[in-house]
Every structure is written in structure tokens, then in C-alpha cells.
């Protein structure tokens, strides 16, 4: 399986240095994966519109389908500014962080998924 190295990392930040942080997600990420089995990232620009947003990430599967040597269909992305809470805590919980230009940003994104999770499973539990 081809692996993200530091060359490619460099590569990375070099072509996209909005790229605040990515992390790999999915079967890859937790060992199961098949032969078969898709690449799964999120991700995060700090980049504000939208629109740009949309581009940016499509420049970004393409790069990454290009570093692990796969169709770009292959590869599925998650833009960590807008997904649902489910979809935070298998970020935080089972992702492996590939790069982040600023750890503070991981630190605060990881507390924040966290912490609404908490108010979330109190909010069920106490649910009249």
C-alpha cells in the first residue's frame, strides 16, 4: 500500500498552503482496508469562500489520487469545515493526521468536536 511520505508531505504544503490540515479517515486509517478499498481524507483550508474551498479540494484529489497511485474516483475527501458532528468524532477518534500546518488549529478542532459531543450525549441522556 503506497504510503504519504515526508517528500510528498513537503510537496503537499508546497502546492496547496492554504492547506491548514488533513487527515486520513476510513478503512485506511483504522487497518481494514482491502485492496479494493477507497482513501478517505478530510481536510481543511483556511480559505473562507466557499467556491474557492470547492476548487482547492478538487486540486487536492487529484494530488493525492497522484501520491498514492490511484484513480482520482478513488478518493473521497471530507471538508472538516462543514461536517456534521458524526462525522467530527471519526475524525478525532479514529483519523490519523497526516499534516498540520498549525497543531493549535488540531488541538482547538479536536476539543471543540469533543465538547459537543459531551453536550450532545448529556442533552439525550436528559432529554424530557
Given at each position: 500500500m503506497p504510503a504519504i511520505n515526508a517528500m510528498s508531505l513537503a510537496k503537499l504544503a508546497e502546492r496547496f498552503p492554504r492547506?491548514?490540515?488533513l487527515v486520513l479517515i476510513g478503512s485506511?486509517?483504522?487497518g481494514t482496508a482491502q485492496k479494493q478499498s477507497d482513501w478517505d481524507?478530510?481536510?481543511f483550508f483556511d480559505e473562507p469562500d466557499e467556491f474557492i474551498r470547492l476548487g482547492?479540494?478538487?486540486a487536492l484529489r487529484q494530488q493525492l489520487a497522484s501520491i498514492?497511485?490511484?484513480d482520482v474516483d478513488a478518493i473521497d475527501l471530507v471538508d472538516m469545515r462543514s461536517a456534521q458532528l458524526a462525522m467530527r468524532i471519526v475524525i478525532v477518534n479514529d483519523g490519523q493526521?497526516?499534516?498540520c500546518q498549525n497543531p493549535q488549529f488540531w488541538f482547538k478542532f479536536q476539543e471543540k468536536t469533543w465538547?459537543?459531543?459531551e453536550y450532545w450525549q448529556w442533552e439525550e441522556s436528559h432529554a424530557t
Open positions: 492547506l491548514n490540515c485506511r486509517a483504522n481524507f478530510a481536510y482547492l479540494a478538487e498514492v497511485k490511484c493526521l497526516i499534516f465538547r459537543e459531543h
